[in-house]
């Protein structure tokens, strides 16, 4: 093949290329070798059937039919005339997500600073619409930019949970390239001291970046310490949520203003 190819659609990436197939989305990696491949084939449209030497089937999305076609060309002509009967045993799945460890206080907290407002905003407004008739339209208009302010505060919130343990306790090693995903961002691999690989993902460009991770909870890292640009970055996410806040609350606040 003179250039690998790739498959895009319904969220993840498959790439055909000298060593196997590679399945990417945001949760896991697939690898699967030519050797265990039996056969691929499409029924006409554009999902792609990647048959294994044990029968299982692999299915991909296309994106069209004409990739898929192709696709299903260039993987045919690639397989070896001796397949490995092992199939779905040689086929390598490996985990992205970073498992999370249970339910902290401060993931309660969270889901009820947003929950309980949602509940309460939602009586607010079927108690306008039945007192106040069509001034309710004012409150659902409120209803956006007010729980998008609310929701870019919890990202605040998150980066300052990340980042203060980070900066207390953490262990910084030198990561190591796994792959790009299709939206620009890297998938990067590092090892902690106890031995165990993660991942993590980055809009980090180089290769070998620096990150540093919490040895209380080795799956969470950053390769963004940089604490100037984590102050900008908090501060204009706070501020921009704040401002939506402020703007949804009038809104909301109007039919009981006017009265």
Known sequence: ???????????????????????????????????????????GGREVEIVLTD???????GGNATAATAFVTALTAALP?????????????TSLEQPRDGWRLTDYVLLTVLGAPA???????????????????????????????????LFVADDVRLQLPLRKRGITVVARLDFRAKDGAAWYKYTDADGVEHHHRSTFRGPRPPITYDPQR???ASTDLVWGRVLFKIYARGAGGLLLVLAGGALALAPLLSS
């Open 119 to 153: 509940l309460t905003y939602l009586g607010y407004a079927i108690w306008t619409g039945v007192t106040r008739g069509s001034d309710v339209i004012v409150v659902i208009v409120g209803a956006f930019p007010l729980f998008s302010g609310l929701l870019m505060l």
């Open 81 to 93: 005339e001796q397949r490995d009967p092992g199939g779905s045993a040689r086929v390598t799945v």
């Open 1 to 43: 093949m003179v250039s690998p190819q790739i498959l895009r659609g319904d969220g993840a990436e498959t790439v055909l290329d000298a060593d196997g197939i590679r399945t990417v989305n945001r949760a896991s990696r697939t690898e699967i070798p030519f050797a265990v491949v039996q056969e691929a084939r499409t029924a």
């Open 55 to 61: 029968g299982a089937v692999h299915r991909v999305d």
């Open 218 to 220: 080795p799956g969470w």
